[in-house]
């Protein structure tokens, strides 16, 4: 069994952001309303709950209702 840590360069990310208004959302466990109001928009899938914070925000989702469309 190999256990040693993978080499090379990293692969490349999927979703490219030229500025924040270009935002591009290729995602499912994105809401892309919520997302489109240049919020975080991840989703916690289990319980339908979206994190309201600032797009690219640091540290972890703080996941909330979603709001009534």
């Not at 080499?7 to 591009?24: D, F, I």
């Not at 809401?31 to 899938?45: E, F, I, R, S």
């Not at 319980?47 to 979603?66: D, N, S």
């Amino acid at each position: 069994m190999n256990n040693r840590a993978p080499s090379g360069p990293l692969p490349p990310v999927s979703t490219v952001w030229v500025s924040s208004r270009e935002r591009q959302i290729h995602n499912v466990e994105v809401d892309d309303a919520v997302a489109g109001q240049h919020l975080c928009g991840n989703l916690h899938l289990p319980t339908g709950r979206v994190c309201l914070l600032p797009e690219r925000h640091r540290g972890g989702c703080e996941f909330t209702a979603r709001p009534a469309r």
